[in-house]
Structure formats: structure tokens, C-alpha cells
């Protein structure tokens, strides 16, 4: 499958270094999307070593997008097994690829690996391939990059000797020049001469333990190999039982065997990238490591002796097998990928895997840049990097495991592989390969492949700068990513002459003098609001920051540290939403609100709010009411209330309710978030408002003030002893805690004053999680602006005690109301069930005996379908980023 792209607007020069599969994937990506660049490569020709390749579906996705997939089959064997055997060939298990294609719509592929890097280098044109260029070192500023290279073309002048240099300027510099990166090194080097601190890690030299030898045979005959008549790949894998030492063994298309073999070393060694600087990859004498397997016996016949002899030299290498994550990706004009960021051991066959990924998810991020300025650029990179990092960390842990459970020794290491490696069920094994699947990116200015296999894969990040030529939403039906539509099958482009006004908008109104297209942008951090809490010597205290793009750097960095070890990356506080039309119906909604729904850009009774069936959109949502949780201690707060003179170290942030503004594009919508429920028990590591969350939580969704049972003491003075509770009492206490602005829903009125302020013609939108998203829940039925909540509790008998909306009002009514609550049936919180002497909110002292939630409820029934089972744990907003992420479709969502 392949079609041709419009080309990217953009004048932005891309200079990509390394002329390896990383690089050369990312070339011609942008050959189809018709962005200038060039590959400067330091070899003179390369020569590609090593034996072979596992693709996995995921890649063969991008692949068959490009129109590479069917030249790469002809070439290639499908994997659907590796057989784990002992080098007496006893066996240990088999680990089945299962139904890749019905799954994921594409086999696995084993491929030698020169055999790819032709076809690859093929699709490139000529003269955008520089060979025989070594980057020595590179300048950047704020209007351009220039690299300058050592020129080793001449093969009769010795590389050391020559100091004959040439230079390349551009716009962008991709380093994709693998584990020993010059990129790096210099990037690296410039950051540390600007005073910029790097985590030791990244400075510190790669680390080896493995010797690898690597062949692949001349071509065989079926007679002397009768397994190679097989239509698919046999992959074996070959144990030692004396010492730490793997075989691998596979088939190739070509009637060739490949092979590696991987010995661990006594003593791990390090070496600086520098060592490396002057040096190729060339064959190696691998006669000791070659000499300790001949004897092995071979699972196609013979020996591995046999197999090895029939090996040219030109087809053997020996490496040392390193690995690394790189925390650090990107500064200023330059940026990382493959290798050169997270160094895999082969162990789990996701080296190449993951520097495809990383290119596609580059590209999507560059293309339609609409200028050569550094905002732009850093917009591009935060994105690739936001997205990507935690994806690459999590395959590096994955790939370190294995290696483990491979090489280790023992007989405890024995039962692991035993049962590590064939003898899983298939449920388990199912899940390791959907999360190595479901990711599965395309290039957003081509269309997507058919859409093939049962498990669906996950949405893709949404590029920052690209923005489709017709992109059509219509009201209730799940928004469209780019400009094509899924129709049975397939995917069908919407034609330019498409007319919005048919079909019409479901339940038109005549205000709407012109069609209604769908906004799809993105939103960016700019401002964070902190107010102090009620009874604190800081109740008055109410400051504003600005927020940079250091800032946001520096928190973003942050926030990936807050979510290591979740199933849910970092954030870059950068989200795109898209949004729809909601009918504003006031005669049975809220009372009492205020004017502000008429600076609404859509005239009455419509109004544009955030598009609740976009995935992508609840998802973006989500990610803001998560970045709430980021401590903001930092300099440069601005007093917006009252004057306070005492100095933050003694703690004015530490209590009271925080509101982190959004921003869009063009200034004209605002989506406020407000930090929710800090309490550890609940998952989000405790923190310093957890006791005003408490008092708050109590008041809100309790029955009586939380005045359970007699060891409680209540919050309010309503309690009348029994069951009893003096209901007018309650709501009068209620009332005056919000007008007095000692509540938070009195604070977040305060809140929204000042983000009126600072954007007065925007629309406001508001998201939260737990005690936050109630919150914003009741401002937007207060303000009667658009709301989406998480994992809240219920709300709706708040709302009515304060008079937010009438004692009356329920089910259908309830849903008019512009207000958006998600959840899942294993969240006790969200259910109204964590109450009573054996709950975990109990036992920490709070009341949550609500259930009812305003506007409409999507919860998603993890008990049912995924048998998961209550727990207070499962109110952590990372597990419903997982949920969420990973559900097969928006719409399944029921609503109750």
C-alpha cells in the first residue's frame, strides 16, 4: 500500500546523521512527505553486519503504509515460534507466536538484515546520501544548525590523518548514529558548557557484559537442510548448560541459516563513547567463542560446527553487546533516536523495532511545522519525547529481563526459564505480545492501512503542528483524527466537496447561520493558581505563576519521574483536544448561573465543549487532571489576593486548592484543571493539601457531615444523635462555607474570577480527578461551563443541598446538564461503595457515602470485562489512563 502525500508547508532543512535502519526509515518518511533533508553518513559504504531481524506486527504496519511490506515478504520468512532448547537439544518450551495476523492483522517477520538495509536503501534517493562524513562537532543558535564532518570519501587516505572537513546547515539535526552517537557526545557537551545539569546517568560510559559472534551462511541446499523448504521461519534457541553462553538460530528466505552467539562475560567492562569515535564495525577474529559451541549439537542436523563452517568471513562479526536508556533526548535544535537514546540488548529482538517506532513518531511530529523558529522545533521534540521515552524505557526494562532470565545460572534460574519460556498460559502470553503490538503508528498525512486484526490498536499521538485540510465532526459521533474515515474495512478519504450541512447536525437549530466544523488543537500549560485554605494562616493568600517553556521543561521531567513505574508516561503539558456541539438547555437545569454562557462563541442554545466520544480527547482530559498533581514550588509567584509577606519556605503551598490553566492556539479556549485528593492511600503519593481534601470530602459526600458512627466526629454541628440529621442546618452550613469561601467550591469561584481575568473573551472548560474533578464539576454547573471529571465521587446531592440545581431534578435531566463524569466499576470511590467499619476510606477518615453524579456518567465495567475486582487502589489516576488507553473503543463506555 502506498499513496502519495500532500507536501509539508514547512521550509525546515532536516539533517539526519547515520545511514543505518533508523536513519534510513526516517529518510524516506520524509521523502513521502516531502520535507528537504539530507543523511550524512560516516561510513564510506556501508557494510551491514549481523545475521537477522524479528520484525513484529507493529512495524509491519508502518511498513505497509510506505508500500514496503510486500517487496520485504518476498524476502522473508513469517515467525510463528522460538523453540528454547538445552544444547543436548532436550527441550525446555516453546513460545508460540499465537494468531499474530488475526490479531494484529500481520505475521511476525524474520529478515536478514542486509537483505533489509537494501530494500530500505533503495527507496532513498541517491544524492541525499552523503557517505565517508564523521561528524566531529556541531553549532546551534536560535535561527539554524550547522554540523561540521571530517571528509573520509577517499579510501587511499588514512582516516586518522585526514583533517579535511566540509560543513551541512539546516533547520533540524536527528541523531540516529547509534549507541556510540557523535550527536550525542556533542549535544551532551554543549549542554554541560551552557551550565545545564544532566542526570549522571547519561554521562556515565556504556556498560558491557555479553561477546557476541554473529554469522549468516552462504546459501544452502534443501538437501543438505531439508528445514529449509519451510515456508515460515524456525527460530531455535540453545541454552548452555556448563556456562552463561545462548545460540540462536533461524531461517532465512535466501535458504541461508543465520546465527548468533552470546557469551556472558566474567567481568563486566565500560568503555567512552570517545573510544569509539574513530573506529568501524568490521569483522573480528571470533575463533574463542565460535571454538566453545562446535560440539553443540544442531536442531537442523549436524553441528553447530557445520553451520559455522559454511559461514564466510565477510558474513561474521563479533560486537560486545552494550545497553542503555538515555534520559535526555533533545536540546534546542538537535534530537536523538534509536540507539543513540536507548541501546537494547537482542535478547528481546526490539532494537530495530523501537528506532522505527521512534521515527514515525518523529516525523508525525515535524511534519506541517509551519516555521524553522525554535518554539516550533521544541514544540515537535517535547511531544516526540513525551510520548515515546516512557514506551522506549519500558521495552529497555523488558528486553534486561530477558537477557536475565536467558543467561543466568542455577537452578532456581532453571524453573524460572522453565516456565518463563513456553509453559505461560496463553492469556499471559496474549498480553506481553498486545503490548508490544498495540502500538501500532502510521503517518498521519498518508492514509492508514486497512484495518486489519482483533485487537485494535491504541490511538496514536496526535501531531502538534499538522492540521488535516478537512477534518469533519459531526454531533454524537466519534471524531475523526485525520482527514479519512473508517468505513467497514477500510479507510475512505472525505472529499474536499464534502458538505457539511449533509447530513445535518442531529437536532439543527436556526441559530446556526453556518455549518459547524470541529476545532482539533492543542493546549499548552501557561499559568498555575494557588489559593490558601480555609483556617490556615495562609487562607487569604492567593498567587498566580507564569509558565515558560523552562518551566514547563523542568516539570515535565518532574512528572515523568511522579509516573515511573505506572502504566502511563510522563506528561509534556501539552494536549490536543478536539471538541463538538451540546445543546444548552437552562429551564430544568442549573439555577443561578451566571451570564458567562452567553461569551460563548456558538450562539444559544449550542455552545462548543470538549468531544466526549473522541478517544484521543478523554484521553488529553485525563493527562491535564494528572498534571495537576505536579508540585509547582518554584520561584516567580505573583500576588493576585491578598499581600503576603512571609516567605514560602514556610509553606503558604502547602494547603488549599490549586487550578492549572491550559491555553489553546489561538487563545480562545481554556481548560482549567484542579488538583484533586492527595491522600497516599488513594494513590497519588500523598501531599500537603491532604487534610483540607479530607475536610472537604467529608462535608461534600457524606450524609451528615461525616458523622458515620459514634468513634466519628462530625464536621458540622448537624448531627441530632440516631440517624437523625437537621437537614436545614446542613445546607445552611453548606451555603455559607461556599459564600464565605471557606469550601472549596467557594475558592474554585475565586479560581475561575481569575482565569476570567487573564483570558476574558476565552471559554472555559474545567477537568479533574477525584476531589478535584467534583469540584470542577460544581463550578461548571455553577458557571454552566463544560466539564469532564474522573473517578469523582458523587456529586448530585451536593449540587442539589446548595441549590446548584433543583431538589427535583434526576436521570434524563441530570444528563442536560454540560458535565461529563468517567470512571470504572473497580473505583469504590466512583461507585459510592468505599463506606463502612472494613473500607479503606474508613479507616482514613473519610466519608464517602454518595453515589449519584451530575450530567453524564461513562463507566467503563472492569469487574465484567477485564475481572478485576473493588479496590481502593484502583482510584489511582494512572490506572484509569491505563483503562482508558487500552479500551477497544470509546462508545463501549456504557452510560448509566
Not at 558491557?208 to 543438505?224: H, M, Q, R
Not at 487569604?540 to 509558565?547: C, D, M, Q, W, Y
Not at 490549586?658 to 489561538?666: L, M, Q
Not at 455559607?736 to 474554585?748: A, L, M, P, Q, V
Request: hydrophobic share 35%.
Amino acid at each position: 500500500m502506498s499513496a502519495a502525500a500532500t507536501p509539508s508547508s514547512s521550509n525546515v532543512k532536516i539533517i539526519i546523521v547515520g545511514a543505518g535502519i533508523c536513519g534510513l526509515m526516517t529518510a524516506i518518511q520524509l521523502e513521502r512527505a516531502g520535507m528537504d533533508y539530507i543523511v550524512v553518513e560516516k561510513a564510506r559504504t556501508l557494510t551491514v553486519f549481523g545475521a537477522g531481524l524479528s520484525l513484529t506486527p507493529a512495524c509491519s504496519y508502518i511498513l505497509d503504509q510506505l508500500g514496503l511490506l510486500d517487496e520485504i515478504k518476498k524476502a522473508s520468512h513469517p515467525c510463528a515460534k522460538i523453540d528454547y532448547l538445552r544444547d543436548d537439544l532436550s527441550k525446555i518450551g516453546v513460545m508460540n507466536a499465537g494468531d499474530n495476523k488475526g490479531r494484529y492483522g500481520y505475521d511476525g517477520i524474520l529478515i536478514t538484515r542486509p537483505t533489509f538495509y537494501d530494500i530500505l536503501l533503495s527507496k532513498v534517493p541517491k544524492e541525499k546520501v552523503h557517505w565517508g562524513k564523521r561528524v566531529l562537532s556541531f553549532k546551534q543558535d536560535e535561527h539554524s544548525v550547522e554540523i561540521e564532518c571530517q571528509d573520509n570519501l577517499d579510501p587511499s587516505v588514512d582516516v586518522e590523518s585526514n583533517m579535511k572537513t566540509v560543513t551541512f546547515k539546516g533547520d533540524i539535526l536527528v541523531g540516529a548514529d547509534g549507541a556510540y552517537s557523535a550527536v550525542r557526545r556533542n549535544m551532551y557537551e554543549s549542554m554541560q558548557a551552557e551550565g545545564l545539569m544532566l542526570p549522571k546517568d547519561d554521562l556515565a560510559p556504556l556498560r558491557f557484559d555479553s561477546n557476541c559472534v554473529i554469522g549468516v551462511t552462504d546459501v544452502l541446499t534443501e538437501k543438505e537442510y531439508p528445514v529449509l523448504k519451510e515456508k515460515s521461519g524456525d527460530f531455535y534457541v540453545l541454552i548452555g548448560k556448563e556456562k552463561a553462553i545462548q545460540v540462536y538460530l533461524f531461517t532465512f528466505a535466501e535458504n541461508r541459516l543465520g546465527w548468533h552467539i552470546c557469551g556472558r562475560m566474567d567481568k563486566p567492562e565500560v568503555h567512552d563513547e570517545k573510544d569509539f569515535r574513530f573506529s568501524d564495525w568490521k569483522p573480528h577474529a571470533a575463533d574463542e567463542l565460535c571454538e566453545m559451541v562446535r560440539h553443540f549439537k544442531c536442531p537442523y542436523g549436524g553441528t553447530l560446527g557445520d553451520v559455522i563452517d559454511r559461514t564466510p568471513k565477510e558474513r561474521l562479526s563479533k560486537v560486545m553487546l552494550e545497553d542503555k536508556y538515555f534520559s535526555t533526548w533533545f536540546h534546542k535544535r538537535t534530537v536523538l533516536m534509536g540507539d543513540a537514546c536507548h541501546k537494547h540488548l537482542p535478547f528481546g529482538g526490539q532494537g530495530a523495532n523501537q528506532a522505527i517506532l521512534d521515527s514515525v513518531h518523529l516525523v508525525n511530529q515535524l511534519y506541517g511545522i509551519p516555521s524553522n523558529s525554535q518554539a516550533d522545533i521544541t514544540k515537535s521534540f517535547e511531544a516526540y519525547y513525551g510520548y515515546r521515552s516512557a514506551n522506549a524505557k519500558e521495552v529497555f526494562k523488558s528486553t534486561s529481563l530477558v537477557a536475565s532470565i536467558l543467561s543466568s545460572r542455577g537452578f532456581v534460574s532453571e524453573v524460572v526459564r522453565f516456565f518463563a519460556l513456553g509453559h505461560l498460559p496463553d492469556a499471559v502470553n496474549n498480553m506481553g505480545m498486545d503490548g508490544m503490538n498495540t502500538d501500532r503508528p502510521y503517518l498521519c498525512f498518508l492514509p492508514p492501512p486497512p484495518g486489519r486484526g482483533s485487537v485494535k490498536p491504541k490511538p496514536q499521538a496526535v501531531p502538534v503542528h499538522y492540521r488535516p485540510a478537512v477534518t469533519v465532526y459531526h454531533f454524537h459521533a466519534t471524531a475523526a483524527v485525520w482527514p479519512w474515515t473508517w468505513q467497514g474495512e477500510s479507510w475512505r478519504q472525505l472529499p474536499l466537496s464534502w458538505n457539511h450541512r449533509n447530513p445535518p447536525l442531529q437536532h439543527a437549530d436556526p441559530a446556526l447561520s453556518t455549518p459547524f466544523v470541529a476545532k482539533r488543537q492543542g493546549f499548552r500549560l501557561q499559568h498555575i493558581l494557588a489559593h490558601g485554605a480555609p483556617g490556615a494562616k495562609s487562607a487569604n493568600v492567593f498567587r498566580s505563576l507564569a509558565i515558560d517553556d523552562h518551566t514547563r521543561m523542568e516539570m515535565a521531567q518532574e512528572n515523568l519521574l511522579m509516573s515511573e513505574g505506572s502504566p502511563s508516561p510522563g506528561s509534556t503539558f501539552e494536549h490536543i483536544v478536539s471538541d463538538t456541539l451540546f445543546p444548552q438547555e437552562n429551564e430544568d437545569g442549573a439555577e443561578g448561573g451566571e451570564s458567562d454562557v452567553e461569551e460563548n462563541t456558538i450562539p444559544l442554545p449550542w455552545k462548543r465543549v470538549p468531544n466526549a466520544k473522541d478517544h484521543g480527547t478523554v484521553i488529553s482530559m485525563v493527562r491535564m487532571a494528572l498534571d495537576c498533581y505536579v508540585d509547582p514550588k518554584r520561584q516567580g509567584w505573583v500576588d493576585i489576593g491578598d499581600k503576603w509577606d512571609v516567605d514560602t519556605e514556610l509553606g503558604w503551598l502547602e494547603a488549599g486548592l490549586r487550578g492549572y490553566i491550559f491555553v489553546s492556539e489561538d487563545q480562545k479556549t481554556v481548560v482549567l484543571g484542579i488538583k484533586g485528593t492527595s491522600l497516599k492511600l488513594f494513590g497519588t503519593g500523598g501531599g500537603p493539601t491532604g487534610n483540607n481534601d479530607k475536610l472537604n470530602d467529608n462535608k461534600m459526600f457524606s450524609c451528615c457531615c461525616g458523622k458515620v458512627d459514634r468513634t466519628w466526629w462530625g464536621v458540622c454541628g448537624c448531627y441530632l444523635g440516631g440517624n437523625r440529621c437537621d437537614q436545614q442546618c446542613l445546607v445552611d452550613d453548606l451555603i455559607k462555607d461556599r459564600d464565605e469561601e471557606t469550601s472549596y467550591h467557594g475558592i474554585g469561584l475565586k479560581v475561575i474570577e481569575a482565569t476570567r481575568e487573564l483570558y476574558p473573551k476565552a471559554d472555559i472548560w474545567l477537568t479533574g480527578h477525584s476531589l478535584g474533578g467534583s469540584v470542577a464539576s460544581m463550578l461548571g454547573v455553577t458557571k454552566g461551563y463544560p466539564t469532564f471529571t474522573f473517578q469523582s465521587p458523587g456529586d448530585a446531592r451536593y449540587a442539589k443541598r446548595v441549590g446548584l440545581v433543583k431538589q427535583n431534578l434526576s436521570g434524563r435531566d441530570l444528563k442536560r446538564l454540560p458535565v461529563w463524569q468517567f470512571g470504572h466499576t473497580a473505583d469504590p470511590v466512583f461507585m459510592g461503595t468505599c463506606n463502612g467499619p472494613t473500607s479503606s476510606c474508613y479507616s482514613a477518615g473519610y466519608a464517602l457515602e454518595t453515589k449519584c453524579h451530575l450530567g453524564r456518567t461513562c463507566t467503563y465495567d472492569t469487574m465484567t470485562e477485564l475481572g478485576w475486582r473493588q479496590n481502593i487502589q484502583a482510584h489511582t489516576i494512572f490506572t484509569f489512563i491505563n483503562v482508558v488507553e487500552n479500551w477497544p473503543n470509546m462508545t463501549q463506555g456504557r452510560e448509566v
